[in-house]
Protein backbone atom coordinates (compact mmCIF):
# COMPACT_ATOMS: atom_id res chain seq x y z
CA UNK A 1 0.00 0.00 0.00
CA UNK A 2 0.89 3.50 -0.93
CA UNK A 3 1.63 5.34 2.43
CA UNK A 4 2.78 9.01 2.65
CA UNK A 5 3.15 11.82 5.41
CA UNK A 6 3.80 14.84 6.31
CA UNK A 7 5.73 16.20 9.47
CA UNK A 8 5.06 19.77 10.48
CA UNK A 9 7.05 21.06 13.95
CA UNK A 10 5.44 23.14 16.08
CA UNK A 11 7.94 25.72 16.25
CA UNK A 12 5.91 28.29 14.28
CA UNK A 13 2.78 30.20 14.30
CA UNK A 14 0.86 27.98 12.59
CA UNK A 15 1.94 25.94 9.22
CA UNK A 16 3.78 27.16 6.61
CA UNK A 17 2.28 27.90 2.90
CA UNK A 18 4.60 25.50 1.88
CA UNK A 19 4.10 22.71 3.98
CA UNK A 20 0.18 23.24 3.01
CA UNK A 21 1.91 22.51 -0.61
CA UNK A 22 3.98 19.52 0.86
CA UNK A 23 0.74 18.06 2.68
CA UNK A 24 -1.72 18.61 -0.58
CA UNK A 25 0.98 16.40 -3.09
CA UNK A 26 1.20 13.60 -0.22
CA UNK A 27 -2.59 13.52 0.44
CA UNK A 28 -3.34 13.63 -3.80
CA UNK A 29 -1.04 11.22 -4.58
CA UNK A 30 -1.80 8.49 -1.60
CA UNK A 31 -5.38 8.95 -2.47
CA UNK A 32 -5.08 8.77 -6.18
CA UNK A 33 -3.33 5.22 -5.39
CA UNK A 34 -5.79 4.10 -2.57
CA UNK A 35 -3.39 4.55 -0.06
CA UNK A 36 -2.77 6.31 3.51
CA UNK A 37 -2.05 9.34 4.42
CA UNK A 38 -0.48 10.42 7.52
CA UNK A 39 0.66 13.24 9.57
CA UNK A 40 3.23 12.66 12.39
CA UNK A 41 4.55 16.29 14.75
CA UNK A 42 7.98 15.83 14.95
CA UNK A 43 8.48 17.97 18.15
CA UNK A 44 12.10 17.14 18.98
CA UNK A 45 13.27 20.85 19.09
CA UNK A 46 12.12 21.67 22.51
CA UNK A 47 14.01 25.01 22.78
CA UNK A 48 11.97 26.37 19.53
CA UNK A 49 8.55 24.93 20.12
CA UNK A 50 6.02 27.50 20.26
CA UNK A 51 2.66 26.84 22.50
CA UNK A 52 -0.01 26.32 20.98
CA UNK A 53 1.35 26.06 17.56
CA UNK A 54 0.48 22.36 17.15
CA UNK A 55 -3.21 22.62 17.44
CA UNK A 56 -3.29 25.63 14.91
CA UNK A 57 -0.95 23.21 12.34
CA UNK A 58 -3.64 20.39 12.73
CA UNK A 59 -6.47 22.96 12.39
CA UNK A 60 -5.10 24.69 9.49
CA UNK A 61 -4.94 21.32 7.96
CA UNK A 62 -8.37 20.77 8.64
CA UNK A 63 -9.60 23.95 6.84
CA UNK A 64 -7.73 23.00 4.23
CA UNK A 65 -9.92 19.79 3.95
CA UNK A 66 -6.20 17.56 4.24
CA UNK A 67 -6.97 15.66 7.43
CA UNK A 68 -5.06 12.42 7.79
CA UNK A 69 -5.90 8.87 7.78
CA UNK A 70 -3.31 8.62 11.03
CA UNK A 71 -2.01 11.14 13.29
CA UNK A 72 -2.14 12.44 16.77
CA UNK A 73 -6.25 13.07 16.25
CA UNK A 74 -7.35 10.00 15.14
CA UNK A 75 -4.58 7.27 15.67
CA UNK A 76 -3.11 4.47 13.80
CA UNK A 77 -1.59 1.19 13.95
CA UNK A 78 2.12 2.37 13.65
CA UNK A 79 1.58 5.02 16.41
CA UNK A 80 2.40 7.32 18.52
CA UNK A 81 2.49 9.94 15.96
CA UNK A 82 4.13 12.85 18.21
CA UNK A 83 8.00 12.13 17.91
CA UNK A 84 8.26 13.19 21.95
CA UNK A 85 6.42 10.39 22.67
CA UNK A 86 8.96 8.12 20.55
CA UNK A 87 12.32 8.91 22.49
CA UNK A 88 12.72 5.46 23.59
CA UNK A 89 12.55 4.22 19.70
CA UNK A 90 15.34 6.49 18.62
CA UNK A 91 17.50 5.81 21.64
CA UNK A 92 17.11 2.28 21.05
CA UNK A 93 18.24 2.83 17.62
CA UNK A 94 20.68 5.09 17.92
CA UNK A 95 22.81 2.76 20.60
CA UNK A 96 22.36 -0.12 17.49
CA UNK A 97 24.12 1.87 14.78
CA UNK A 98 27.61 2.21 17.63
CA UNK A 99 27.29 -1.41 17.63
CA UNK A 100 27.48 -1.82 14.28
CA UNK A 101 30.26 0.82 14.09
CA UNK A 102 28.23 3.53 12.37
CA UNK A 103 28.03 5.79 14.84
CA UNK A 104 30.35 6.73 17.91
CA UNK A 105 29.50 8.86 20.98
CA UNK A 106 30.73 12.70 20.67
CA UNK A 107 31.96 14.37 23.78
CA UNK A 108 32.91 17.87 22.29
CA UNK A 109 31.75 20.56 23.97
CA UNK A 110 29.50 23.76 22.76
CA UNK A 111 32.93 25.83 23.05
CA UNK A 112 35.08 23.53 20.96
CA UNK A 113 32.73 22.85 18.12
CA UNK A 114 32.23 27.10 18.12
CA UNK A 115 35.56 27.41 17.71
CA UNK A 116 36.07 24.83 15.36
CA UNK A 117 34.07 26.69 13.47
CA UNK A 118 35.55 30.02 13.65
CA UNK A 119 38.22 28.15 12.43
CA UNK A 120 36.94 26.99 9.13
CA UNK A 121 35.01 29.73 7.72
CA UNK A 122 37.97 31.86 8.70
CA UNK A 123 39.61 29.30 6.24
CA UNK A 124 37.09 29.25 3.38
CA UNK A 125 36.55 25.76 4.26
CA UNK A 126 33.02 24.26 4.45
CA UNK A 127 31.80 24.44 8.32
CA UNK A 128 32.07 20.07 9.87
CA UNK A 129 32.67 18.18 12.65
CA UNK A 130 36.58 17.21 12.42
CA UNK A 131 35.82 13.83 13.39
CA UNK A 132 38.05 14.39 16.89
CA UNK A 133 35.93 11.73 18.80
CA UNK A 134 35.55 8.47 16.24
CA UNK A 135 38.59 6.55 17.19
CA UNK A 136 38.46 7.14 21.38
CA UNK A 137 39.34 3.86 22.64
CA UNK A 138 36.62 1.54 24.75
CA UNK A 139 38.44 2.77 27.63
CA UNK A 140 38.35 6.29 26.70
CA UNK A 141 34.77 6.06 26.22
CA UNK A 142 33.41 4.56 29.22
CA UNK A 143 36.03 7.07 30.94
CA UNK A 144 34.36 9.72 29.59
CA UNK A 145 30.30 8.50 29.64
CA UNK A 146 30.51 8.27 33.43
CA UNK A 147 32.04 11.78 33.65
CA UNK A 148 29.36 13.78 31.45
CA UNK A 149 27.08 14.67 28.71
CA UNK A 150 27.42 12.77 25.21
CA UNK A 151 25.84 13.37 21.57
CA UNK A 152 25.76 10.31 19.66
CA UNK A 153 26.89 11.55 15.88
CA UNK A 154 26.19 8.99 12.35
CA UNK A 155 30.21 7.74 10.99
CA UNK A 156 30.13 8.55 7.57
CA UNK A 157 32.32 6.84 5.43
CA UNK A 158 35.53 8.72 4.69
CA UNK A 159 35.55 8.15 1.05
CA UNK A 160 33.28 6.72 -1.91
CA UNK A 161 29.72 7.94 -2.63
CA UNK A 162 26.46 7.99 -1.84
CA UNK A 163 23.35 8.24 -4.40
CA UNK A 164 19.87 8.14 -4.71
CA UNK A 165 17.47 8.03 -7.43
CA UNK A 166 14.88 10.63 -7.33
CA UNK A 167 11.52 10.82 -9.46
CA UNK A 168 11.86 14.45 -10.02
CA UNK A 169 15.52 14.69 -10.65
CA UNK A 170 17.11 11.52 -11.39
CA UNK A 171 20.26 10.45 -9.81
CA UNK A 172 21.62 12.36 -7.22
CA UNK A 173 25.23 11.31 -6.17
CA UNK A 174 26.99 12.95 -2.97
CA UNK A 175 30.34 12.50 -2.42
CA UNK A 176 30.92 10.78 1.42
CA UNK A 177 33.78 13.59 2.01
CA UNK A 178 31.52 16.25 2.01
CA UNK A 179 28.84 14.87 4.43
CA UNK A 180 28.97 15.73 7.95
CA UNK A 181 29.26 13.54 11.01
CA UNK A 182 25.75 14.21 11.69
CA UNK A 183 24.40 14.64 15.33
CA UNK A 184 21.59 11.80 15.71
CA UNK A 185 20.86 11.49 19.33
CA UNK A 186 21.15 15.12 21.71
CA UNK A 187 22.22 14.40 24.93
CA UNK A 188 19.03 15.56 26.54
CA UNK A 189 18.30 12.10 24.69
CA UNK A 190 15.91 13.47 22.03
CA UNK A 191 17.12 12.98 18.43
CA UNK A 192 17.63 14.98 15.54
CA UNK A 193 15.35 15.19 12.80
CA UNK A 194 17.85 13.07 10.79
CA UNK A 195 17.63 9.70 13.09
CA UNK A 196 13.83 10.74 13.92
CA UNK A 197 12.78 10.94 10.36
CA UNK A 198 14.05 7.69 9.33
CA UNK A 199 13.20 5.56 12.10
CA UNK A 200 9.58 6.91 11.79
CA UNK A 201 9.27 6.54 8.45
CA UNK A 202 10.78 2.60 8.03
CA UNK A 203 8.36 2.11 11.00
CA UNK A 204 5.68 3.54 9.33
CA UNK A 205 6.08 1.82 6.75
CA UNK A 206 6.43 5.41 4.80
CA UNK A 207 6.64 4.14 1.13
CA UNK A 208 6.95 7.84 -0.55
CA UNK A 209 8.91 10.53 0.70
CA UNK A 210 7.65 13.46 -1.20
CA UNK A 211 9.36 17.08 -0.12
CA UNK A 212 10.51 20.18 -0.58
CA UNK A 213 13.97 20.36 -2.57
CA UNK A 214 15.63 21.83 0.90
CA UNK A 215 15.47 18.80 1.69
CA UNK A 216 17.97 17.38 -0.77
CA UNK A 217 21.39 17.81 0.91
CA UNK A 218 20.02 15.81 4.25
CA UNK A 219 18.67 12.96 2.25
CA UNK A 220 22.22 11.28 1.38
CA UNK A 221 22.47 11.06 4.99
CA UNK A 222 18.91 9.33 5.76
CA UNK A 223 20.33 6.93 2.90
CA UNK A 224 23.53 6.25 4.75
CA UNK A 225 21.02 5.58 7.50
CA UNK A 226 18.70 3.29 5.74
CA UNK A 227 21.50 1.30 4.56
CA UNK A 228 23.53 1.24 7.60
CA UNK A 229 20.03 -0.71 9.46
CA UNK A 230 18.93 -2.53 6.60
CA UNK A 231 16.36 -1.57 5.77
CA UNK A 232 14.46 -0.89 2.07
CA UNK A 233 15.00 3.02 0.72
CA UNK A 234 11.35 4.53 0.43
CA UNK A 235 10.79 6.36 -2.93
CA UNK A 236 12.28 10.06 -3.01
CA UNK A 237 10.80 12.82 -4.49
CA UNK A 238 11.45 16.07 -4.13
CA UNK A 239 9.66 19.16 -5.28
CA UNK A 240 9.67 22.82 -5.91
CA UNK A 241 9.59 25.14 -3.02
CA UNK A 242 7.72 28.35 -3.27
CA UNK A 243 9.46 31.42 -4.05
CA UNK A 244 9.19 34.98 -3.64
CA UNK A 245 8.62 37.32 -7.03
CA UNK A 246 12.46 37.69 -7.03
CA UNK A 247 12.86 33.98 -6.77
CA UNK A 248 14.61 33.67 -3.18
CA UNK A 249 12.30 31.25 -1.02
CA UNK A 250 9.10 32.13 0.39
CA UNK A 251 9.70 33.85 3.56
CA UNK A 252 7.84 35.93 6.20
CA UNK A 253 9.61 38.89 5.35
CA UNK A 254 8.60 39.41 1.63
CA UNK A 255 5.10 37.30 1.58
CA UNK A 256 2.56 36.07 4.21
CA UNK A 257 3.32 32.23 4.62
CA UNK A 258 0.55 31.75 7.99
CA UNK A 259 -2.14 29.39 6.62
CA UNK A 260 -4.09 31.23 8.98
CA UNK A 261 -3.55 34.62 7.22
CA UNK A 262 -5.45 33.32 4.20
CA UNK A 263 -8.13 32.21 6.17
CA UNK A 264 -8.42 35.42 8.01
CA UNK A 265 -7.99 37.59 4.45
CA UNK A 266 -10.58 35.90 3.09
CA UNK A 267 -9.00 32.86 0.45
CA UNK A 268 -11.24 29.51 -0.25
CA UNK A 269 -9.40 26.61 0.93
CA UNK A 270 -10.51 24.89 -2.62
CA UNK A 271 -9.21 27.93 -4.19
CA UNK A 272 -5.72 27.70 -2.47
CA UNK A 273 -5.00 24.25 -3.28
CA UNK A 274 -5.89 24.61 -6.81
CA UNK A 275 -3.21 27.60 -7.08
CA UNK A 276 -0.94 25.79 -4.85
CA UNK A 277 -1.28 22.47 -7.49
CA UNK A 278 -1.05 24.90 -10.32
CA UNK A 279 2.55 26.50 -8.93
CA UNK A 280 4.39 23.13 -8.36
CA UNK A 281 2.95 20.73 -10.64
CA UNK A 282 2.97 20.60 -15.07
CA UNK A 283 -0.66 19.88 -15.82
CA UNK A 284 -0.31 19.90 -19.41
CA UNK A 285 -1.50 16.44 -19.91
CA UNK A 286 -4.45 16.85 -16.99
CA UNK A 287 -8.33 15.86 -18.60
CA UNK A 288 -9.29 19.38 -17.06
CA UNK A 289 -12.66 20.64 -18.14
CA UNK A 290 -12.68 23.49 -20.25
CA UNK A 291 -9.19 23.33 -20.02
CA UNK A 292 -7.98 26.40 -18.32
CA UNK A 293 -6.32 26.76 -14.60
CA UNK A 294 -9.37 25.99 -12.71
CA UNK A 295 -10.05 22.37 -11.43
CA UNK A 296 -11.36 20.67 -8.75
CA UNK A 297 -9.74 17.90 -6.41
CA UNK A 298 -11.05 14.92 -7.46
CA UNK A 299 -9.41 16.47 -10.98
CA UNK A 300 -5.71 16.19 -8.79
CA UNK A 301 -6.19 13.29 -7.42
CA UNK A 302 -7.66 11.17 -11.12
CA UNK A 303 -4.89 12.52 -13.00
CA UNK A 304 -1.35 13.60 -10.89
CA UNK A 305 1.60 11.82 -11.24
CA UNK A 306 5.03 12.20 -9.35
CA UNK A 307 6.78 13.22 -12.71
CA UNK A 308 4.28 15.94 -12.79
CA UNK A 309 6.06 18.03 -9.79
CA UNK A 310 8.43 20.57 -11.59
CA UNK A 311 11.70 20.52 -10.20
CA UNK A 312 11.71 24.41 -9.99
CA UNK A 313 8.43 26.42 -8.62
CA UNK A 314 7.74 29.89 -10.54
CA UNK A 315 6.61 32.44 -8.06
CA UNK A 316 4.01 32.86 -5.97
CA UNK A 317 1.61 35.30 -7.00
CA UNK A 318 -0.92 37.08 -4.71
CA UNK A 319 -2.78 38.87 -7.37
CA UNK A 320 -2.82 35.56 -9.05
CA UNK A 321 -4.65 33.67 -6.05
CA UNK A 322 -6.88 36.71 -5.62
CA UNK A 323 -8.07 35.97 -9.20
CA UNK A 324 -8.22 32.79 -9.06
CA UNK A 325 -10.28 33.01 -5.66
CA UNK A 326 -12.89 35.17 -7.51
CA UNK A 327 -13.43 32.77 -9.77
CA UNK A 328 -14.35 30.29 -6.84
CA UNK A 329 -16.43 32.90 -5.41
CA UNK A 330 -18.68 33.37 -8.93
CA UNK A 331 -18.79 29.60 -9.64
CA UNK A 332 -20.29 29.06 -6.21
CA UNK A 333 -23.73 28.03 -5.38
CA UNK A 334 -25.72 31.37 -3.87
CA UNK A 335 -26.51 29.25 -0.79
CA UNK A 336 -22.87 27.85 -0.02
CA UNK A 337 -21.63 31.16 -0.38
CA UNK A 338 -23.97 32.56 1.50
CA UNK A 339 -22.96 29.71 4.54
CA UNK A 340 -19.63 30.81 3.86
CA UNK A 341 -19.86 34.96 4.44
CA UNK A 342 -22.23 34.35 7.33
CA UNK A 343 -19.41 31.87 9.04
CA UNK A 344 -16.34 33.96 7.90
CA UNK A 345 -18.13 37.27 9.22
CA UNK A 346 -18.91 35.46 12.66
CA UNK A 347 -15.10 34.52 13.19
CA UNK A 348 -13.03 37.64 11.45
CA UNK A 349 -15.75 40.58 11.42
CA UNK A 350 -15.20 43.24 14.23
CA UNK A 351 -18.73 44.65 13.49
CA UNK A 352 -20.97 43.36 16.12
CA UNK A 353 -23.97 43.63 13.35
CA UNK A 354 -22.49 41.91 10.73
CA UNK A 355 -21.03 39.43 13.23
CA UNK A 356 -24.87 38.66 14.01
CA UNK A 357 -25.86 37.97 10.52
CA UNK A 358 -27.63 34.50 9.93
CA UNK A 359 -27.25 32.88 6.24
CA UNK A 360 -31.04 33.96 6.29
CA UNK A 361 -30.44 37.79 6.32
CA UNK A 362 -27.46 37.84 3.79
CA UNK A 363 -28.89 35.58 1.18
CA UNK A 364 -31.11 38.10 -0.68
CA UNK A 365 -27.56 40.26 -0.72
CA UNK A 366 -26.02 37.66 -2.52
CA UNK A 367 -26.72 38.58 -5.81
CA UNK A 368 -25.87 42.27 -5.69
CA UNK A 369 -22.25 41.74 -4.77
CA UNK A 370 -21.38 38.21 -6.28
CA UNK A 371 -19.65 39.29 -9.32
CA UNK A 372 -17.97 41.53 -7.92
CA UNK A 373 -15.89 39.31 -4.73
CA UNK A 374 -12.34 38.45 -4.98
CA UNK A 375 -12.26 37.35 -1.25
CA UNK A 376 -14.76 36.79 1.58
CA UNK A 377 -13.10 40.01 2.89
CA UNK A 378 -15.34 41.86 -0.17
CA UNK A 379 -18.53 41.62 1.46
CA UNK A 380 -17.77 44.00 4.28
CA UNK A 381 -17.03 47.01 2.37
CA UNK A 382 -19.50 46.14 -0.61
CA UNK A 383 -22.45 45.18 1.35
CA UNK A 384 -22.26 46.20 4.42
CA UNK A 385 -24.22 49.73 4.30
CA UNK A 386 -26.94 47.20 3.52
CA UNK A 387 -27.78 46.05 6.97
CA UNK A 388 -25.83 49.20 8.95
CA UNK A 389 -26.19 53.12 8.08
CA UNK A 390 -22.54 54.04 6.91
CA UNK A 391 -21.21 56.45 9.71
CA UNK A 392 -18.53 57.61 6.85
CA UNK A 393 -19.14 59.00 3.28
CA UNK A 394 -16.83 58.71 0.63
CA UNK A 395 -17.86 62.10 -1.49
CA UNK A 396 -18.16 63.47 -4.88
CA UNK A 397 -15.71 66.37 -5.41
CA UNK A 398 -15.93 68.67 -2.77
CA UNK A 399 -17.63 72.32 -3.06
CA UNK A 400 -20.06 70.82 -5.68
CA UNK A 401 -23.43 71.86 -4.98
CA UNK A 402 -25.53 69.24 -3.21
CA UNK A 403 -28.91 67.82 -4.60
CA UNK A 404 -29.85 65.48 -2.14
CA UNK A 405 -32.70 66.90 -1.11
CA UNK A 406 -33.81 67.77 -4.66
CA UNK A 407 -33.23 64.21 -4.87
CA UNK A 408 -35.17 62.98 -2.09
CA UNK A 409 -38.58 65.13 -2.79
CA UNK A 410 -38.38 63.19 -6.57
CA UNK A 411 -38.40 60.00 -4.74
CA UNK A 412 -40.56 61.00 -2.23
CA UNK A 413 -43.72 61.92 -5.16
CA UNK A 414 -43.25 58.54 -7.04
CA UNK A 415 -45.64 56.01 -6.26
CA UNK A 416 -45.06 53.07 -4.32
CA UNK A 417 -43.93 50.35 -4.88
CA UNK A 418 -41.05 52.35 -6.87
CA UNK A 419 -39.78 50.85 -9.84
CA UNK A 420 -36.36 51.28 -11.72
CA UNK A 421 -37.85 53.38 -14.90
CA UNK A 422 -40.16 55.83 -12.64
CA UNK A 423 -37.29 56.78 -10.50
CA UNK A 424 -34.55 57.06 -13.16
CA UNK A 425 -36.56 59.03 -14.79
CA UNK A 426 -37.21 61.27 -11.98
CA UNK A 427 -33.71 61.82 -11.28
CA UNK A 428 -32.76 62.79 -14.99
CA UNK A 429 -35.65 65.09 -15.15
CA UNK A 430 -34.26 66.88 -12.41
CA UNK A 431 -30.88 66.57 -13.86
CA UNK A 432 -31.72 68.56 -17.08
CA UNK A 433 -34.04 71.25 -15.04
CA UNK A 434 -31.08 72.08 -12.93
CA UNK A 435 -28.75 71.92 -15.71
CA UNK A 436 -26.20 69.42 -14.30
CA UNK A 437 -25.02 65.77 -15.30
CA UNK A 438 -27.62 62.68 -14.06
CA UNK A 439 -24.49 61.08 -13.33
CA UNK A 440 -23.48 63.42 -10.71
CA UNK A 441 -27.10 62.86 -8.94
CA UNK A 442 -27.13 59.09 -9.47
CA UNK A 443 -23.32 59.52 -7.39
CA UNK A 444 -24.76 62.05 -4.80
CA UNK A 445 -27.69 59.31 -4.19
CA UNK A 446 -25.10 55.93 -3.98
CA UNK A 447 -22.84 58.11 -1.88
CA UNK A 448 -25.83 58.63 0.75
CA UNK A 449 -27.64 55.78 0.88
CA UNK A 450 -23.78 53.36 1.03
CA UNK A 451 -21.16 56.18 2.01
CA UNK A 452 -19.17 54.94 -1.26
CA UNK A 453 -18.72 55.40 -5.06
CA UNK A 454 -18.67 52.32 -5.73
CA UNK A 455 -20.58 49.27 -4.80
CA UNK A 456 -23.51 47.35 -6.13
CA UNK A 457 -26.03 48.33 -8.38
CA UNK A 458 -27.86 50.95 -7.26
CA UNK A 459 -31.54 50.63 -7.81
CA UNK A 460 -30.83 47.22 -6.84
CA UNK A 461 -29.18 48.30 -3.79
CA UNK A 462 -32.49 50.78 -3.89
CA UNK A 463 -34.78 48.27 -3.83
CA UNK A 464 -32.86 46.02 -1.19
CA UNK A 465 -33.04 48.86 1.55
CA UNK A 466 -36.54 49.84 0.68
CA UNK A 467 -38.00 53.23 0.26
CA UNK A 468 -38.45 54.49 3.51
CA UNK A 469 -34.73 53.47 5.04
CA UNK A 470 -33.44 54.93 1.31
CA UNK A 471 -35.53 58.58 2.29
CA UNK A 472 -34.51 58.16 6.19
CA UNK A 473 -30.81 57.99 4.71
CA UNK A 474 -31.49 60.66 2.35
CA UNK A 475 -32.81 62.73 5.17
CA UNK A 476 -29.68 62.74 7.24
CA UNK A 477 -27.64 64.16 4.86
CA UNK A 478 -30.06 66.54 2.93
CA UNK A 479 -31.24 68.19 6.30
Not at 351 to 373: F, V
Amino acid sequence: MVRTRIAPSPTGEDLHIGNVYTALINRVFAKKNKGKFVVRIEDTDRSRLVLGSEERILGSLAWFGLEPDEGTQVGGPYGPYRQSERLELYKKYALELVEKGHAYYCFCTPQRLDELRKEQAAAGRQPMYDGACRNLSTAEILSKLAAGNCVIRLKVPDSGQTSFDDVVRGKITFENSLIDDQILLKSDGFPTYHLAVVVDDHLMEITHVIRAEEWLSSTPKHVLLYNFFGWTLPVFAHGPILRNPDRSKLSKRKNPVWASWYKEQGFLPEAVLNYLMLLGCSISNWSIPDGGEIFSMEVMERNFKLEDLRPVGPAFDLKKLEWMNGEYIRKMDNAQLTIDISNYLKEFSRNLILQTLEPSDLQTSIPLIKERMRRLTDFEPLAGFLFERPSLFNHSEQGKESHLSQIRDVLESLARPWSKDSWEKGIRQLAEEGGVKAGDLFMELRVAISGNKVGPDLFESVKFLGEEETLARLKILAG
